[in-house]
Nanobody, 122 residues
Framework: QVQLVESGGGLVQAGGSLRLSCAAS????????MGWFRQAPGKEREFVAT???????YYADFVKGRFTISRDNTKNTVYLQMNSLKPEDTAVYYC????????????????WGQGTQVTVSS
């Protein structure tokens, strides 16, 4: 079992920045691929970014150049640095983990956090 706890969400104006954190516990963090997804009201949960166990990253087109995913295996934490935020980035952001691989499909992840709300005002 892996437990994931997100933090760092909040209210920010358009053009601002936030850094989300996801603290993991329970198993060897470095063996897990990590991802961020988001879900806006009335919409399906969608892929944002992934980072595999070796540090390779992949992003959804709509966040490329604005968001950066990173991990610190010494702190068992994955981060999502979000810059140039837009009102359409408003959503609950979820952290995900899986030992098998990093995928854009939400069904491919075994473990999920509870989510953290990000609200971007115009």
């Amino acid at each position: 079992q892996v437990q994931l706890v997100e933090s760092g969400g909040g209210l920010v104006q358009a053009g601002g920045s936030l850094r989300l954190s996801c603290a993991a516990s329970g198993r060897t963090f470095s063996n897990y691929h990590m991802g961020w997804f988001r879900q806006a009201p009335g919409k399906e949960r969608e892929f944002v970014a992934t980072i595999n166990w070796s540090g390779n990253t992949y992003y959804a087109d709509f966040v490329k150049g604005r968001f950066t995913i990173s991990r610190d295996n010494t702190k068992n934490t994955v981060y999502l640095q979000m810059n140039s935020l837009k009102p359409e980035d408003t959503a609950v952001y979820y952290c995900a983990a899986d030992p098998r691989g990093a995928t854009v499909r939400r069904t491919g992840w075994s473990y999920w956090g509870q989510g953290t709300q990000v609200t971007v005002s115009s």
